[in-house]
């Protein structure tokens, strides 16, 4: 599967996808971030890439939409990419952190 799709171009640049797997283990909560991930919205959905479309619809791959401004040549979008990747993955451990924690019991 390709890290990197450069869809068409707009003004200032390219826009585009970037892949990548999505992490794997449990959060704190002990839920998979697959599975937390897919619970909170922040993956799954329709990929326009036919290729990768079944891993992203089942959460092992996660695609996130990237405009890429800057020169397109293969190491600047790796350099672009590789932070986009960082960047969702720091956001999503924040977010998806305690995701599907409970305790206690109703009574």
């Known amino acids: 599967m390709a890290k990197i799709h450069i869809l068409n171009a707009v003004q200032g640049g390219y826009s585009g996808l970037v892949h990548f797997n999505t992490p794997a283990g449990p959060n704190s909560a002990g839920v998979s971030w697959k599975d937390a991930g897919l619970a909170a ?18 959460g092992d791959l996660v695609e996130i ?3 890429f401004r800057c ?8 350099e672009v990419a590789n932070k986009e990747i960082a960047d969702w993955i720091a956001k999503a451990l924040v977010q998806l952190k305690w995701y599907g924690y409970s305790t206690g019991t109703v009574s």
């Open 41 to 58: 919205g922040l993956l799954g959905g329709e990929s326009p890439i036919a290729a990768e479309a079944a891993a992203v619809l089942a």
């Open 71 to 78: 020169a397109a040549t293969n190491a600047v979008l790796e």
């Open 65 to 67: 939409g990237v405009t």
